[in-house]
């Protein structure tokens, strides 16, 4: 009998994680909130830890090593602080979500070296009459932050006026906030076993339907046309995937184990793979999605002990010479560990079956112009070393601080030129 083996490039993907000399070990963690516990950048990593008001650690990314004590701390909230987020456009500006109602934005200085407490600015955004769960950015959008609090509000935030540009009540306590691909739809898991996916510059939701979790992670699977739904079930964890026309019911329910901890998703739309974990867990399983509703299990990472939360880095970080095609943080008790996955191949040139272009980090569209109900899709990259600068879309956008140095400048060189003029005349 002949047996047909499933087409895929991910097929032997493995996680390498990195040796303690080059993991951030002697961390002082603590775990507030149901989120990741733990945001990168390219040039930052932070975590809660404990103090007075609602202390974050921040350090350096890339600096590896013992970090005890010595970590600087970024306290600009009066309690603890739930969930971080890094911009997608600036690795350098941070939103913060806290206990004490508060939505934080801080700019960290261009050298994380010199980081030392004090953010360059920083931004409180009051409006939340509960304590803030979750912080997301716009993928798209310059400036636009979503924020989803304990009273089953979430918030949409214009940073650049700094006030509040929209409001939806979600109807109970979210679990998580997360946009699709071009942020023209949002979406949030409730406690009372609901998923509700809206416009977030609409008052009416678009879809509310029932799902069976009442811990629900939700993730947009956008290139395959589907949504995600994942949580514990009757002690374990499952994972549905629904058809955004038929949400009554979902066409995959899929079994990824017997752990009971809070679910820990990432997607990956560039290679269609999905990574589960848990908290508490000791593995990280990863799964090949396609338009049909398909799982296809495709390999697990055992890390030996339980993990508090993990974060995946942006795709640009990824080292192509090694075949990596995703870059994550793993976050225990008393450390953070580097784990790359990789698929293993001897060749050493450029693989274009391994990466598409991917998200480039830039707005595709100034904060105002989403508001007014314009969408385009995200700004993708040619990961090619021979092509590393070709950008698809994309707008140049200026900040209100941009204007304002902008302003000061030209006034400066109108100064000089009257002087000249002066100085001529005489």
Known sequence: MSRFVRKSHFRHVFGQGAKKENTYFDIKLATYGDG???AASDKYIIHSTAGGGGPCSVMPYGKTGRIGMGAAKLNVHTSKVQDFAFSNFDSKVVATASEDCMVGVSVLPDDPSTFKGEPTSSLLLEGHQKKVDFVKWHPCAQGILGSASHDGVVKIWD?????????????????????NSDGSLAATACSNKRSVIWD???????????QDFTNAKNIFHDNVGL???????????EYHLYDLKKLSEPITEFEVDDSAGMMLCNYDPDTKMLYIGCKG????????????????KLSLHNIGTGIKGFYFLPKLMCEWKKCMIAKSLLLFRDKI???DFIVPRKSQLFAKDLYPAAYAGVPSLAGAEWLSGENKAPVTRSMDPKNQDATVGGVKI????????ENKELKEKIKALEAKVAELSK
């Not at 509040?164 to 979210?174: L, N, P, S």
């Not at 949504?227 to 964890?237: D, L, Q, R, T, Y």
């Not at 200026?398 to 140095?405: N, P």
């Open 36 to 38: 990741n516990h733990l």
């Open 281 to 296: 867990g000791s593995q990280i399983k990863y799964f090949e999605l396609n338009s049909k509703g398909d799982m296809h």
């Open 337 to 339: 560990q580097p784990v």
């Open 227 to 237: 949504f995600g739904v994942g949580g514990s079930k009757m002690g374990c964890h």
């Open 200 to 210: 977030p510059r609409s008052d009416k939701a678009a879809f509310n339907f029932k």
């Open 398 to 405: 200026q900040t209100k601080a941009d204007l304002i140095a």
């Open 159 to 179: 940073v650049e006026e700094s006030k509040e540009a929209k409001e939806f009540d979600v109807g109970g306590v979210a679990t998580c906030l997360e946009f």
